[in-house]
């Protein structure tokens, strides 16, 4: 059956498939979208967020509602809905250990396949707290066998028969093996069940960052997380990567998770939506053939004239290169209107990766790198590539090293600079000032006082991410993603991003980070490799007098 369905007077038009067993909740997902999308055809609609999805999501143990995921992936038959007890955690354990018993038996794939499914199903089930039990059962008491890799190891060092030796050694790369790594073979060639597994990581990520390092918990769990991880990095390698470009016209559910999973600049409505697909934008995302209809790794592009210094610089651009469209009558009226000679510069202002399950696994550089290759190859005239990122946590870097200040430890402004802030501020304690200012974006509404902080915030900003290191690379987790990708630290922006989560993050401070395709290579090698940041004349300047200033108060 094909419907057609106008949004905001855009026919948008949806191949919905014959009747099946996920018509229902297909169907009712649709009809939301129609809803909210067609409606009164009013552009302020709240984007509509399935509930049950969300908190899943968030936290990833509530259990499933009206049998919506754990029927559909593991399961034909009904399970009695009412909340898990430590009884159906130890029942879970129980069916664990005769899952696993399998391993070296000869019983038949189909049995071991549906033993493998009611696990998935009844962990699925689980509470939070439940999960977290299993968990660790899994990771101290399924693993490998120490014992029995020390024997190992002590006869192959004294065995000299070459045969032998190879035997040995075959034995002891099973030993070392743990029992659970066998288990997730078997769960990844189920149906959707390699997205059981990165919600599993997902899980077992928030239970290793609830668990203290001395418990004896904690060194099975993150030899657990390196096991799947690694299983995990294998089947989502980039060969087996599908890049998807995402427009107006792609499948609602595809649209309404776009929405919901960015991180970066929240989507405030279906207009908003709607123009981030649109003409001089371009959104791509990678899926994987075993989570067709989840986006993986996000990231939304612009296309410009020149580099944009700020969010509202991208919107204008749009703009000031659009094409009057009642020059083009023979277009329809949903056509793409764009002028090719243009494009000049493509910015990356937002990328965001979709699965925690996924963290570490790279999939984000991979994904700029093929954005790249597209538009070069749609846009021969783009010659410009850069990011627009925001600084996460630069405000509260700032916050502590105000309170730092205050405590006596004053080395992220100048003398000249404290008396004029002293002066504005009528007061000799300008540091609780300050970061009650910082605190409420208070500053952004005294006009007197923005260009008193405009110089000492980009010298404290270019610091945070030139000269802040963790382990030799950028504090930064924005910055030390790009530089690893190749990219220049090029361009600090002034009141880039006023919006409230601007001024949260960065108090409206944003960067570019450019790529010159022809350096990329050279400066991830000198980054990762000898931790040398490739930074512009403006950062080395603005980072030199923060160094500057650091070395001059250290003497006083």
């Not at 009412?82 to 159906?88: R, V």
């Amino acid at each position: 059956m094909r419907r057609l369905v106008k949004l905001n007077g855009v026919v948008h038009s949806n191949l919905i498939k014959g009747l099946s067993a996920n018509y229902s909740k297909g169907y009712l997902a649709h009809s939301r979208f129609l809803r909210m999308a067609s409606g009164d055809n009013n552009d302020n609609h709240k984007l509509f967020v399935p509930q049950n999805r969300r908190e899943r999501r968030i936290s990833g143990s509530e259990q499933y509602e009206d049998g919506e995921e754990l029927d559909e992936l593991f399961s034909s038959q009904d399970v009695a809905r009412k909340p898990s007890t430590f009884d159906d955690e130890q029942k879970l354990e129980v069916l664990l250990k005769e899952v696993l018993a399998y391993r070296d038996s000869n019983v038949s794939s189909w049995i071991v396949e549906n033993k493998v499914k009611n696990l998935c199903a009844v962990y699925r089930y689980l509470l939070k707290p439940h999960r977290e039990g299993f968990l660790k059962v899994l990771a101290c008491e399924h693993s490998v066998d120490h014992k029995l890799i020390c024997n190992a190891a002590k006869s192959l060092q004294e065995e000299c028969d070459k045969n032998l030796i190879i035997k040995g050694e075959e034995r002891l790369k099973n030993l070392l093996t743990p029992q659970y790594a066998w288990l997730f073979l078997h769960i990844g060639r189920l149906e959707k069940g390699v997205k059981f597994l990165v919600d599993l990581r997902t899980d077992l990520l928030n239970v290793l960052s609830d668990t203290d390092v001395k418990d004896p918990a904690s060194l099975p769990l993150q030899q657990l997380n390196i096991t799947l991880k690694e299983m995990l990095s294998l089947w989502f390698s980039v060969g087996f990567l599908n890049l998807e470009r995402i427009t107006w016209k792609s499948p609602c559910d595809m649209l309404q998770k776009i929405s919901e999973y960015e991180a970066v600049h929240p989507v405030r409505n279906w207009t908003d939506l709607k123009r981030r697909v649109g003409p001089y934008r371009r959104c791509f995302v990678y899926t994987h053939s075993s989570m067709p209809d989840e986006p993986l790794v996000v990231l939304h592009t612009a296309l410009s004239d020149e580099i944009s210094s700020s969010v509202k610089g991208i919107v204008s651009a749009a703009s000031r290169m659009s094409i009057d469209a009642n020059a083009f009558p023979a277009l329809t009226a949903d056509a793409e209107i764009e002028d090719p000679s243009n494009v000049k510069a493509a910015i990356f202002y937002s990328i965001s990766s979709t699965q925690r399950g996924l963290q570490g696994i790279e999939l984000g550089n991979y994904l700029i790198k093929r954005v790249v290759q597209e538009l070069q190859a749609e846009f021969p005239l783009v010659t410009k590539f850069s990011s627009l990122s925001p600084i996460p946590t630069f405000r509260l870097w700032l916050m502590e090293k105000l309170k730092l200040s205050e405590r006596g430890s004053s080395d992220i402004f100048s003398e000249k600079e404290i008396q004029d802030f002293q002066t504005y501020l009528e007061t000799d304690n300008i540091w609780s000032e300050l970061r009650n200012l910082f605190k409420t974006n208070g500053w952004i509404t005294e006009t007197n006082l923005i260009p008193l902080l405009e110089g000492p915030l980009m010298r404290l900003c270019a610091r945070y991410l030139y000269l802040e290191k963790r382990r030799g690379y950028a504090l930064d987790s924005v910055a030390n993603f790009h530089l690893k990708n190749g990219a220049v630290m090029w361009r600090l922006n002034w009141q880039a991003n006023l919006t409230p989560r601007g001024l949260d993050n960065s108090c409206g401070i944003m960067v570019n980070y450019r790529y010159f395709l022809d350096k990329t290579e050279q400066n991830s090698h000198n980054y990762l490799e000898k931790q040398q940041i490739s930074a512009s004349e403006q950062v080395l300047a603005l980072a030199s007098a923060a160094s500057d200033l650091i070395k001059h108060t250290s003497k006083i």
